[in-house]
Nanobody, 122 residues
Framework: QVQLVESGGGLVQAGGSLRLSCAAS????????MGWFRQAPGKEREFVGA????????VYPDSVKGRFTISRDNAENTVYLQMNSLKPEDTAVYLC???????????????WGQGTQVTVSS
């Protein structure tokens, strides 16, 4: 069992930056690839990126590539999402999740956090 808690969301102006954190419970954090997703009101949950178990590889969709960076600290059981050059369309609840492998498929993620709200004003 893995429990995930996101933090770091808030209100930011367009062009600004935020760094989200996702803290995991337990001693099995390094067994999991970690992903970030987002969900805006009335829209489907969207893949934002993922990182392999030891942080060697990250993957991103084109919508955030070059602006968002995922990293992790296995000693601290934490994964991060650095978001730069934020746009109003990035406004959403951001969620982290744990999976057996790096994937953009929602159904492959076994554990989810509750999410943190990010609002980007124009």
């Amino acid at each position: 069992q893995v429990q995930l808690v996101e933090s770091g969301g808030g209100l930011v102006q367009a062009g600004g930056s935020l760094r989200l954190s996702c803290a995991a419970s337990g001693r099995t954090f390094s067994r999991y690839a970690m992903g970030w997703f987002r969900q805006a009101p009335g829209k489907e949950r969207e893949f934002v990126g993922a990182i392999t178990r030891f942080g060697r590889t990250t993957v991103y969709p084109d919508s955030v590539k070059g602006r968002f960076t995922i990293s992790r600290d296995n000693a601290e059981n934490t994964v991060y999402l650095q978001m730069n050059s934020l746009k109003p369309e990035d406004t959403a609840v951001y969620l982290c999740a744990a999976a057996q492998r790096v994937t953009d498929t929602i159904g492959e993620y076994d554990y989810w956090g509750q999410g943190t709200q990010v609002t980007v004003s124009s």
